[in-house]
């Protein structure tokens, strides 16, 4: 039962820092498209530099949504143990 007890607590901590990188990386983004869009008048590198933070920033909130199904995965496995 302690070993339950302790997979839970590692469990929810891996949420709550999967969950504070994702809140960092969208904050980073937000100020850099913040900063770029009041240093930089030219349309056409604000494109491009957009394009290239959308990119980053779905790839950043893909690599987290996996983390999140890998934490799932470990939830319903100890779902099944506390069952048995």
Same mark, same amino acid.
């Given at each position: 039962?302690?070993?339950?007890?302790?997979?839970? #607590?590692?469990?929810?901590?891996?949420? #709550?820092?999967?969950?504070?990188?994702?809140?960092?990386?969208? /904050?980073?983004? /937000?100020g850099?498209? /913040?900063?770029?869009?009041?240093?930089?008048?030219?349309?056409?590198?604000?494109?491009?530099?957009?394009?290239?933070?959308?990119f980053?920033?779905?790839?950043?909130?893909?690599m987290?949504?996996f983390?999140?199904?890998?934490?799932?995965?470990?939830?319903?496995?100890? #779902?099944?143990?506390?069952? #048995?």
């Amino acid at each position: 039962m302690e070993k339950i007890k302790f997979k839970i #607590e590692l469990l929810s901590k891996r949420i #709550e820092i999967a969950k504070s990188k994702l809140l960092i990386f969208s /904050a980073g983004i /937000a100020g850099c498209w /913040a900063f770029l869009s009041t240093n930089y008048e030219k349309i056409d590198l604000l494109v491009i530099v957009s394009l290239i933070l959308i990119f980053i920033f779905g790839l950043g909130v893909t690599m987290n949504l996996f983390r999140f199904s890998i934490i799932i995965d470990e939830i319903k496995k100890l #779902e099944k143990e506390l069952n #048995e």
